[in-house]
């Protein structure tokens, strides 16, 4: 008898998603989003160092135009403008205002001062020119504990063009392929699950072996159709791993 009666609890579940799903499939494709800070594994309360971001919400697309991984869109380009797919700063927040670039677009030169080496520099600039960069939308603020987050947004014509930068161009198995400043050595982060990611996006992320320099050093890079995105996170003394979590498991969902 106990065991009709967990069967049947079992079915009324999957019957419970099955609705969900055909409700939620009956909206529209690319409208408003929100994760909520509970959904993300592994951010379940709301003392667990969480920030406290704004909804967030997809930002309109131009007329008759598709979402990235709509069908039909074959070259997985998103038409919304990268700027606005940029994830807002949490409550608390300071700008960081060497990021906003020329009217929201960031220089090339500006994105490739974070790299270490004056030669990875050069033939990461000279990759980007290659592949066609469209332009890169950033942002960047410091929380009050004293973690600056910086988060690059880079388009290109196509996702076979940035799926290629990402790898092997960027990241070469567990290893990124070019050094920040301030994290020469770094060891793959295997918390940046894809459970904690939009089902569209992929994502490989690193941390700073010790002993630290002036800060800890958080990074990841994400893949997302025609776009790739950079998210680094630095902190004196260490940086936190769940604003991390957080911070790219929201990046994600605004570009999935």
């Known amino acids: 008898m106990r065991k009709d009666r967990r069967g ?23 409208g408003i989003t929100q994760m909520k800070r509970s959904d993300v594994p592994g951010l379940a309360t709301s003392s667990d160092g969480r920030w406290d971001y704004p909804e967030i919400t997809r930002p309109a697309l131009p007329t008759g135009s598709p979402g990235p991984f709509a069908e039909g869109n074959n070259a997985t380009v998103h038409y919304a403008d990268q700027r606005a797919l940029l994830l807002p700063a949490p409550k608390g927040a300071k700008a ?12 090339v030169k500006s994105f490739l001062a974070q790299y270490a080496s004056a030669d990875d520099r050069k033939e990461l600039g000279q990759k980007l020119t290659d592949d066609g960069l469209r332009h890169i939308a950033a942002r960047g603020w410091t929380t009050p504990d004293g973690t600056h987050t910086r988060i690059y947004l880079l388009q290109f014509d196509s996702a076979a063009v940035a799926d290629q930068l990402f790898s092997p161009d960027l990241i070469s198995y567990d290893t990124p392929v070019y050094a920040l400043a301030g994290a020469p050595a770094t060891t793959y982060d295997d918390s940046v699950k894809s459970e ?49 979590l957080q911070t790219v498991a929201l990046q994600s969902q605004l570009l999935g």
């Open 196 to 244: 904690i990611l939009d089902d569209n996006v992929k994502a490989s992320a690193y941390t700073e072996d010790k002993p630290y320099g002036d800060e800890d050093v958080r990074q990841a890079y994400l893949s997302a159709g025609d776009t790739l995105a950079l998210v680094v996170q630095s902190r004196k003394g260490s940086a936190k791993k769940v604003p991390f």
């Open 96 to 107: 960081d205002a060497a990021l906003r670039g020329n009217d929201g677009w960031l220089p």
């Open 8 to 30: 049947l609890r079992a079915v009324l579940r999957w019957v419970a998603v099955v609705v969900v799903c055909a409700v939620g499939g009956a909206g529209t494709a690319y």
